[in-house]
T-cell receptor, first 111, second 114 residues
């Protein structure tokens, strides 16, 4: 099956820093999505991307759908304490109900 | 608006026992899903239902059965629980036209099999 490699696996940053994480696939996707999971909760959709090259923002979050269709990037600017959590990328192809999830990037903010 | 509701939130079973995880959504979504989440493994799809009356296997269906009872409800059953099924289980739904990748998740059900 398709594999999604997400990096880094974990990040330790100070409040106010910018964050970058990415996701790469062994094959192409038509849709890329980014989810965030708070401790003890289910994942929540942050951004959905539907076109290669698309750059989409949601507040301080910006995500890009890679031109090759095999990767996606998520940036968080000026991190704040509520950004702590696990960020998952996910990919999907048209006509396929199934999403493939990455293994997640755990973000921790150091006091 | 409750969204996706899962019960129970916590459950401890002994090996060989059976149980059913319940899920209901109030968003009139066509598609519903069951995922399991294990440390370092991300979310893996167990079963999904693209519409009322249909179910299909996902990535890790062995040891599980599902029932799409109606449009709102999608249950996951473990007939004979095994320690390898210790996990956090998430139900999700989606339904926006052309946006079936946009999932709404429940809060999770934490299952321990001894």
């Amino acid at each position: 099956g398709q594999q999604l490699n997400q990096s880094p696996q974990s990040m330790f940053i100070q409040e106010g820093e910018d964050v970058s994480m990415n996701c790469t696939s062994s094959s192409i996707f038509n849709t890329w999505l980014w989810y965030k999971q708070d401790p003890g909760e289910g994942p929540v959709l942050l951004i959905a991307l539907y076109k290669a090259g698309e750059l989409t923002s949601n507040g301080r979050l910006t995500a890009q759908f890679g031109i090759t269709r095999k990767d996606s990037f998520l940036n968080i600017s000026a991190s704040i304490p509520s950004d702590v959590g696990i960020y998952f990328c996910a990919g999907r192809n048209f006509g396929n109900e199934k999403l493939t999830f990455g293994t997640g990037t755990r973000l921790t903010i150091i006091p | 608006n409750a969204g996706v509701t899962q019960t129970p939130k916590f459950q401890v079973l002994k090996t060989g026992q059976s149980m059913t995880l319940q899920c209901a959504q109030d968003m009139n979504h066509n598609s519903m899903y069951w995922y399991r989440q294990d440390p370092g493994m991300g979310l893996r799809l167990i079963y999904y239902s693209a519409s009322e009356g249909t179910t299909d296997k996902g990535e890790v269906p062995n040891g599980y059965n599902v029932s799409r009872l109606n449009k709102r409800e999608f249950s996951l059953r473990l007939e004979s629980a095994a320690p390898s099924q210790t996990s956090v289980y998430f139900c999700a739904s989606s339904g926006r036209q052309g946006r079936t990748g946009e999932l709404f998740f429940g809060e999770g059900s934490r299952l321990t099999v001894l």
